[in-house]
């Protein structure tokens, strides 16, 4: 492992210009007037203090969106109205580039390159695929038996809070907002603790690009204060959440014992990756190590060869400042995620695990990992079977591609998979035979507007992105009139 040791110098880091909560079109304190630290994961030194929401201030954002729904303009609008304005803020989202890619870096530490050359540029690609999609929200008519006509309506949802996770702030802001937008519903939407600072610039621009005030409401804050009074309020009719599988259970649970909102959970994954024996070494290693797969299942034939080039590939990986263009990964998002990972790499050794490469960090100050790789894993370690999200990669070797198929189903998860092989039947036959809602063929972490993103079993329910997403932010209401005296039926 490689450590890069400076910043792009040619680029200026952002003053942080919106720290309070988004309100009604409104930048304003919390009612109870306490902050919080958000916390560069560079360094581990405090960014700024933002506004700490609780009940009260979801309750104010809820009174907001709700006016905004059930009295504005904007669900009223037709949806090429609503499109246009959608594209405007499309426009603002790539006109301030470099600048999310920036929040994004110091408040989650994503790397400031990948940010400009593609995070933000799927926030804007989103924004325009559904004011695309506003002006074709059509119902069906229905040929009804007996005298009667019957049509449908697709009409929104109403007022939606979203809850997004700290690993792809500004992406999964627009994820949730862009389809609610376009469908003609209004929101609150409570960024994670730990990367609340791209959100709030997302609110201000949605302000520029003319969205009515109430339409979109951002609320920093806490899960068990902010986050629990999205779910178990009485006012909103859906709740959009990504994150763990543990908090969308409480999720679920709140939203059934309020008022019995619409859920949509997007959760946590172990995601394996099978590399059969016709796959070019090289490229698969150098796949796994940009994606740092965590469940990779190697068949026998290039075990070994796989081994030693993961091996040379992370020893040379540079571990640096997201804002250094050498640098190929950055920090953890914060002191917490860090201490769990490295926690993990402790119970591998201790399971039995080989540790192959990394263990530890790498940085006196900031939150940086070393790309860890185990070998001799078993299915039963905890480092298979539960979600890390960090720099560690299990390694294992089987044989056949029955063997692949069972091993890579034995997870209580179903996000993802990814198969590396140049053979056309053994694709078509695993990719049939897993159960995860995504599959990607010799690639990965590939997205796109139009790609429906979302789990099977314990990774949740509910699509992302693609039309399937717009569908959630949607009712079908059915309508019949009775037809007098027409020649046909």
Known sequence: MESSGHSDGSFKIPNIRFTKLFINGEFVDAVSGNTFETIDPRT????????????????????????????????????????????????????????????????????????KTANIHLCSHLLR???????????????????????????PIGVVGHIIPWNFPSGMF???????????????????????????????????????DGVINVVNGFGPKAGAAISSHM????????????????????????????????????????IFDDADVDMAVDGEMCIAGSRVYVQEGIYDRFVQKAAEKAKAWVVGDPFDPLTLQGPQADKKQFDKILSYIEHGKREGATLLTGGKACSEKGYYIEPTIFTDVKEDMLIV?????????????????????KRANSTRYGLAAGIVT???????????????????????????????????????????????????YLHVKSVVTPIYHSPWL
């Open 422 to 472: 140049n053979n056309l039947n053994t694709v078509n036959r695993v990719s049939r035979s897993i159960r995860a809602g995504i599959i990607w063929v010799n690639c990965y972490l590939v997205l796109s507007g139009d790609f429906p993103f979302g789990g099977y079993k314990m990774s949740g329910f509910g699509k992302d992105m693609g039309m399937q997403a717009l569908e959630k």
């Open 235 to 274: 006012d909103i009719d859906k709740v959009s959440f990504t994150g763990s599988t543990e908090v969308g259970r409480l999720v679920m649970q709140a939203a059934a014992q309020s008022n019995l909102k619409v859920v949509s959970l997007e959760l946590g994954g172990k995601s394996p990756v099978i």
């Open 129 to 155: 695929y559904y004011a695309g999609a506003a002006d074709k929200i059509h119902g069906e008519t229905l040929k009804m038996s007996g005298e009667f006509q019957g049509y449908t309506l697709r009409e």
């Open 44 to 115: 581990g030194e405090t960014i700024t203090r933002v506004a700490e929401g609780d009940k009260e201030d979801i309750d104010l954002a809820v009174k907001a969106a709700r006016d905004a729904f059930d009295n504005g303009e904007w669900p009223r609008m037709s949806g090429y109205e609503r499109g246009r304005m959608i594209m405007k803020y499309a426009d603002l989202v790539e006109e301030n580039i470099e600048e999310l890619a920036a929040l994004d870096a110091i408040d989650a530490g994503m790397l400031f390159r990948t940010g």
């Open 174 to 212: 627009f994820i949730k907002a862009a389809p609610a937008l376009a469908a003609g519903c209004t929101m609150i939407v409570k960024p994670a603790e730990q990367t609340p600072l791209s959100a709030l610039f997302c609110a201000h621009l949605a302000k520029l690009a003319g969205i009515p």
């Open 385 to 405: 079977k539960d979600e890390i999200f960090g720099p560690v990669m299990s390694l294992m070797k089987f044989k056949t591609v029955e063997e692949a198929i």
